[in-house]
């Protein structure tokens, strides 16, 4: 089976902008996280989503808002990007809702200038 | 509110060593553990899962404690390989059974040839 999928894999951006990012679960998962990365605060929990709805959102700003599609797939956006955005944002997937193994993908690396 | 804690943030061994890593939570009420690898810049690899009723998993050279009672976690290693090096994450889910991770800030390990 493949993995989980993220793209892109590399992103820059400049203050103010907005930017979109895609992950793809592995085939038959319906549950799908995203997670913000940083050196300062370690992994952050963003949203849950499964079967198209969010079932759980982390302590981020409405800047950052997430949706699921009927496939599975699912993406975030950031409005109005912020140098503090900087980050890897890594997405994972499970069979269930709920507690239980993570697939995490390579994630994307975010930088903004 | 949840938080994890892992102890040491570096650790340097030489090549052969068995090691063991420290992960400690402030609510016992937890549903599993999970402890993943990160390679730099990479995203995560899930290593193992204890459930809540299980006190031990095991997966090649890799054996994961869980004390619920006393909030801790182990990662055992044994003879460690230059390969090993990679930084270790605990988590654990957020309240109730959720997909919400709550992550420590890891350790990182280094294997010396």
């Known amino acids: 089976k493949a993995g989980v999928t993220q793209t892109p894999r590399y992103l820059i951006k400049t203050r103010g902008q907005q930017v979109t990012l895609s992950c793809s679960p592995i085939s038959g998962h319906r549950s799908v996280s995203w997670y913000q990365q940083t050196p300062g605060q370690g992994l952050q929990f963003l949203f849950e989503?499964?079967?198209?709805?969010?079932?759980n959102k982390g302590n981020f700003p409405g800047r950052f808002s997430g949706r699921q599609f009927s496939n599975s797939r699912s993406e975030m956006n950031v409005s109005t990007l912020e140098l503090g955005d900087s980050a890897l944002y890594l997405c994972?997937?499970?069979?269930?809702?709920?507690?239980?193994?993570?697939?995490f993908g390579p994630g994307t690396r975010l930088l903004v200038l | 509110k949840q938080e994890v804690t892992q102890i040491p943030a570096a650790l340097s061994v030489p090549e052969g060593e068995n090691l063991v890593l420290n992960c400690s939570f402030t609510?016992?009420?937890?549903?599993?553990l999970q402890w993943f690898r990160q390679d730099p810049g990479k995203g995560l690899t899930s290593l193992l899962l204890i459930q809540s009723s299980q006190r031990e998993q095991t997966s090649g050279r890799l054996n994961a404690s869980l004390d619920k009672s006393s909030g801790r976690s182990t990662l055992y290693i044994a003879a460690s390989q230059p390969g090993d090096s990679a930084t270790y994450l605990c988590a654990v889910p957020g309240s109730g059974n959720t997909g919400k991770l709550i992550f420590g800030q890891g350790t990182t390990l280094q294997v010396k040839p």
């Open positions: 989503y499964f079967s198209e709805t969010q079932r």
């Open positions: 994972a997937s499970s069979s269930r809702q709920g507690s239980e193994t993570q697939y």
């Open positions: 609510d016992s009420a937890i549903y599993n």
